[in-house]
């Protein structure tokens, strides 16, 4: 590890994620592997690190075409999430910025999946319904989203 690796493993990661909605439904990126509540199957919404010198909102605008090639629209301001979280003995936090978005092309909210390509790992995307992650179905990353997603923000 150099330098840079060891200050930065020192402090918190400061991300954005975009929620984006359908049908009472979110489109989240499916990962595998090892999580906070274990290892198998989990989920998180379409984002990523804040670069230097980046506002979060544009984070957004670039993950998703970087990441499904899609453009979006950033609508609202939802919330800031501070998740601390222990994976195999290692202490992982990061302060997230949530925000609502939406596709600018209204065709792709029948779009069933994206494949999400980052680096030289390619996932899926999928609409999920918010209740499966309300009544602990499925895994949502970070701690506390499933919390925030309530039906006021599908109205």
């Not at 984006?20 to 499916?30: A, C, F, T």
């Not at 980046?54 to 800031?80: N, P």
Request: aromatic share 10%; net charge negative.
């Amino acid at each position: 590890m150099n330098l840079i690796e060891e200050v930065n493993a020192l402090y918190p990661r400061a991300n954005a994620l975009g929620i984006v909605i359908r049908n009472k439904q979110i489109l989240v990126e499916e990962q595998s592997g090892s999580h906070s509540k274990g290892t198998g199957t989990y989920y998180r919404p379409i984002g990523g690190t804040i670069e230097l010198g980046e506002y979060s909102q544009d984070t957004l605008v670039r993950e998703f075409y970087e990441e499904i090639g899609v453009e979006i629209e950033v609508k609202q301001y939802l919330k800031c999430v501070v998740n601390i979280f222990s994976i195999d003995g290692n202490i992982g936090h990061e302060i997230t910025q949530v925000y609502a978005v939406q596709f600018v092309d209204p065709n792709l909210y029948e779009v069933e999946q994206f494949q999400v390509t980052e680096q030289d790992k390619i996932t899926i995307t999928k609409w999920i319904p918010v209740s499966e992650f309300e009544h602990g179905k499925r895994v949502l990353y970070p701690n506390g989203l499933t919390e925030l997603l309530t039906d006021d923000m599908f109205n």
